[in-house]
């Protein structure tokens, strides 16, 4: 099954050195429609006025958090099936287990490297 | 019914027993009162305690300047990314490696960001709860309850799973 690396990519994180780190590194695997927000309610807005095909998003943020996000993402009707990876410096199995009892795509343990996010996101796409 | 006084033999229990947690209380309130000498001598201006301000702003410094640094390393590797394009293909696979090492090394800016955010609450707490024992006022302030949240990490070597334990989660 081939990947569209057209659609849009949102990358939500509080610190911006990180978005803009997963944005470059999400460029160099020829994703270049990306965009970013900095916490939940920010990210849930742009999800509601636009037409992403993945979320890409960190756990520990104000005031709504990643998991919190996640959430919202799976109660909304238009969004529920849309893939999220959670990006996170959250490593505890019950983090994992809740992220994953929520409806999470994929989980990756920060710091990563460039070839665990390009395998997680094409494992994602490919059963979306 | 008429109270009756115990025998000889209980009474004689129950005058050690009193006595020994007389002797407790005793010792119990010699703590205490002690305990409140120490916070009454606590002043403002003590050094150790004048410093717990000035260490949370260091620390705030630290990840702002690390922050802005980062930022000034990504606006290289952008530079460096325009430049790999023009190149033939062997240096620009080089450069292309070399850059995206660069980008994951710089996402230690965010985990210690957070790591240094950590220590910054918990040395407003101390700074809170010196301030309300100082006050006479009895701390109400709830602990927050970190593992009721979810909001631990990062974790420490040891302290979380691995990337391939999670996959193992995910298969």
Redesign the interface.
Known sequence: MTIDRNMKVLVV?D????T??IR??LK?IEFNETDEASDGHEALAKLRAGNFGLVISD??MQPM?G?DLLKEVRADARLKHLPFIMV???????????A?QAGVS?????????E?LRDKIEKVLVHA | MPDQAPPVAIRGDLDTTVQSLMSELDALSRIIADARQEVAALRADDSDVADIPGATDELAAIVSHT?QA??EI?DS??AL?TVAARVGDVDADVL?HAI?RI??A??????T??RIAKVVAALQAVERRIARARQGIPDRIPAIAA?AT??????LPG?????S??DA??D
């Open positions: 994180d610190y911006k050195t990180m803009r780190i470059n590194l160099q756990w520990n958090t998991l996170t410096a959250e490593s505890k199995t019950e983090n994992v287990v809740a994953k994929n989980y990756i343990v920060k710091p990563f490297n460039a665990t | 922050a980062t930022h990504l590797c952008e990314e292309q995206t980008y994951e710089c996402s230690f800016q965010d985990i960001g957070q593992a979810l909001l631990n990490g990062p974790q302290n979380g799973i691995s990337q334990a999670i989660l995910f």
